[in-house]
C-alpha cells in the first residue's frame, strides 16, 4: 500500500501513540453514540497500534471479539504486546492489506479511522466492508478534513505544512480531505441511517500540541520523494512549526475530525 504517506517504524507507532492519546476522549464519546454494548463481533480496520481497538474490546466486554487488522507489521506486534500486557481476552490482531482482507466471518460493526483519506481507491474498501457486515451491521469512520486544520495566532509555517500534507496526499491519489465527502461515499455505496457529527480538537499545551510538527516530520520522506519539498525547506519549516509550539500564546488543532455511522441492508 505505497499510497501511505505517513513513516512508519518505531517513532510511526509513537506518533499513533500520541495521537491516540490526543483524541481518545472523542472517539470514546462517537462510540457511546454507537451502542456497541449488543456487538458480537467487531473489525477495526487499519488499526494502527490498536489503542481503539482496545476500548472497542472493553466497550463489548467479554460478550464479544474484535479484530485489529493493519498492513504494518510493527504496529500488530506493539498491539499484541499491549493487549497482553493489559490481560485483554476477548481481542486480537493480525498483519493484512485492507485492500485484501476477505470475510472469514461476517461483523456486527466495523471500525476505521484516518484510513481512507490515505488510499488511491476508498471506494473498494467500502465495497469490501459491505461483503464483511452482516445484515444490519453498523460501520463506524473517522476521517480527516485538513481544510479544517487551524493555528492562532497565525504562523506561515504551519500553514505551508498544512498545504504540504494535502498536496502529497493528492500527488498520491488520495485525499486529505476526504472527512468532507464521507456521507455522500457512503450513500452512493449503498449505506443507510448515514448520519455524522464533528470533532475538533485543539490545544494550548501538552503533548496535543506536538501532533503538527511530528506529522509534519513523519511525512518529510515521502515528501522529498515527490519533490514537493527540498531537505533544507523541511528543516526550516519543521524547525519554526517546534518554535510555534513552545509559546505560550499559541493554539494547534488537530484536523477537523468527521465521524460519521452508517448501516447495511
Excluded: W
Excluded at 70 to 87: G, Q
Excluded at 243 to 254: A, C, E, M, Q, V
Amino acid at each position: 500500500m505505497k499510497e501511505y504517506s505517513i513513516q512508519g517504524g518505531n517513532e510511526g507507532s509513537e506518533r499513533l501513540d500520541i495521537l491516540s492519546r490526543t483524541i481518545e476522549k472523542s472517539t470514546r464519546e462517537f462510540l457511546k453514540t454507537a451502542e456497541l454494548n449488543t456487538a458480537k463481533s467487531c473489525l477495526d480496520l487499519g488499526c494502527g497500534t490498536g489503542k481503539v481497538t482496545m476500548m472497542i474490546a472493553e466497550i463489548i466486554g467479554d460478550q464479544g471479539q474484535i479484530l485489529g487488522v493493519d498492513i504494518n507489521e510493527l504496529n500488530i506486534h506493539n498491539a499484541n504486546n499491549s493487549a497482553k500486557t493489559k490481560e485483554i481476552k476477548n481481542v486480537s490482531f493480525e498483519v493484512f492489506d485492507a485492500y485484501k482482507f476477505k470475510a472469514r466471518t461476517k461483523y456486527d460493526v466495523i471500525y476505521s479511522r484516518f484510513l481512507l483519506s490515505h488510499l488511491t481507491n476508498p471506494k473498494l474498501i467500502l465495497e469490501n466492508i459491505q461483503q464483511l457486515l452482516k445484515p444490519g451491521g453498523k460501520l463506524l469512520i473517522e476521517d480527516t478534513d485538513f481544510t479544517g486544520h487551524f493555528c492562532y495566532p497565525k504562523s506561515d509555517y504551519f500553514d505551508r505544512y498544512v498545504a504540504l500534507y494535502q498536496d502529497l496526499l493528492k500527488k498520491r491519489g488520495a485525499n486529505a480531505n476526504l472527512g468532507q465527502g464521507l456521507v455522500g461515499l457512503l450513500k452512493d455505496a449503498g449505506f443507510s441511517n448515514v448520519e455524522f457529527q464533528l470533532s475538533q480538537p485543539a490545544h494550548s499545551s501538552g503533548e496535543g500540541k506536538l501532533m503538527a510538527e511530528i506529522t509534519f516530520k513523519a511525512i518529510s520522506e515521502a515528501l522529498i520523494e515527490e519533490h514537493l519539498i527540498t531537505e533544507e525547506e523541511f528543516a526550516k519549516i519543521y524547525s519554526e512549526l517546534v518554535k510555534y509550539r513552545k509559546r505560550n500564546d499559541t493554539i494547534i488543532s488537530l484536523p477537523r475530525i468527521f465521524q460519521v455511522s452508517a448501516n447495511i441492508s
